[in-house]
């Protein structure tokens, strides 16, 4: 029987096996592979398992090590996902499509999105909503990474000191950074569609007026695509939904 397993530190309270079995139904076996060594964890994985999910801190060190890559792995530059097949080791990146479609489940048009946060969270955010079709904009704490991540997407840069007017200016704000910036409980959300990864302590859940959407979609349907990659099965959306309600 296929199994299967995540990979990370720490990987604890990971909803990423219940996410599992309701996929399917339990139908396959679903580890977590906790451990600070991606060596080792990355050997547990070679030895005994199909395919991984792979959360921080070893997202880079799994993109240097498959095969190849998805293209949005490698606009990424991080992998979460990891196949084994004929040829060889595929690393794709599904965070892409977690924030994809969780913007499109929500309906609203969008054209203009900031990302806040320019770490893993927030690279793939700006993927994704550049395959929306956005002009985007990126925002960090630390100017140089923001300007690193825009000149590599071709996105536009704001300075945290501009953090009001560059809100204003979105209609699509995606947060990736876990605490609440300085400024940012005093901006107007009002009409903006509002993505914040971070669902375990969100910062922007109780923002009045505007369409909000839990990081657990983005969870759930980064899920929906990783698991169908592992499979070739298209996942029971629905159990899925009602395992992280």
Known sequence: MSRFALIGHPVAGSLSPRLFAAAYGGRYAYDLIEGADFEASWRRF?????????????????????????????????????????????????????????????????????????????????????????????????????EELGAALGCGVAPLSHLADAVRAADLVVYTVPMTLEGMDSVDLSGKVVLEANYKTPCLASAPRCTYISGLRWLLYQAVTGYQLFTGETPNLYRMSCAVV
């Open 46 to 146: 070679l030895d005994g398992y199909d395919g991984i999910n792979v959360t921080a801190p070893f997202k880079q060190a799994a993109f240097r090590r498959v095969d190849r890559l998805s293209e949005t792995a490698r606009l990424c530059g991080a992998v979460n996902l990891v196949v084994k097949g004929p040829s060889g080791l595929s690393g794709y990146n599904t965070d892409v499509d977690g924030v994809a479609l969780s913007v499109q489940e929500a309906g609203v048009a969008v054209s203009r999105a900031l990302v806040v946060g320019c770490g893993g969270a927030g690279r793939a955010a700006a993927v994704a909503a550049l395959q929306l079709g956005c002009a985007v904009t990126v925002l960090n704490r630390t100017p140089s990474r923001a």
